[in-house]
């Protein structure tokens, strides 16, 4: 389960994080409601990223150390987030630099809650899956590769990820159906998180919030990234 959890996890992140350098970009080049509804949808990603910060984090510390970690040090020693390529994009968000550009402060407030949640989202994570610190690509910086392309074709082969000519078409036919599989998941096991290793970063209400509200969450990325309604998305399980 958790293994799914990590795998699948990344690969909505991915989408997302192209949806969201899609919006970047449409927000850059508009201005006025078009403009305030790109950076909404910004603020949905992000706060989607969070939560599959928190789904892919749910894991033990015991499960990372002796199933996760080993996983990426087989795939390279120096393995490293750095190396997502789709990430490089919109890596000025996350670190709430450069926003001003994307129009009038009150616009821009619900995006800088987001980027401020997800700061302690990815602190927390960090904190409770590698208490020591010392990532890696820390901790084997003379294995590291120094060709780009190269180390995203590495961190795509760990996801499970493929890259093909035409693919942008059906990107967000791949979201959903991973949405889906989240949501079942969800549904049926639950988060399963265990409290004690939890640090106070994922203790502050803001970070509780989207992991109790995970589905609506979801939801809300599905609807903007569809462009339809949630009565037009069949997301949530249904009985026969």
Known sequence: MYWF???TGHQIAFVMWRLLAQEMRTAALTDGARQADAVTAMSSYVRGYCAMLLYTASCSR???ATLIRPSMFLAHPGFSGTWASDFTAVRQVFRNRQLSWLGDEAVLAELRRAVAVYQLVHAGVATKLV???????????????????????????????????????????????????????????????D???QPPQLRDERV???????????????????????SDLALQPQSE
């Open 5 to 7: 959890r990590w795998i």
């Open 62 to 64: 015991q499960i990372y």
């Open 131 to 193: 208490p020591a610190g010392g990532s890696l690509l820390q901790e084997a910086a003379s294995a590291s590769t120094r060709v780009p392309e190269l180390r995203g074709i590495l961190y795509d082969n760990y996801f499970m990820t493929a890259r093909i000519p035409g693919c942008e078409d059906r990107v967000v036919a791949q979201l959903l159906r991973r949405l889906e599989a989240v949501t079942l998941d969800l549904v049926t096991q639950g988060m399963t998180v």
């Open 195 to 197: 409290d004690d290793e």
């Open 208 to 230: 509780l919030g989207i992991e109790r509200d995970m589905l609506g969450t979801l939801l809300r990325v599905a609807e903007h990234a569809t462009g339809l309604a949630s």
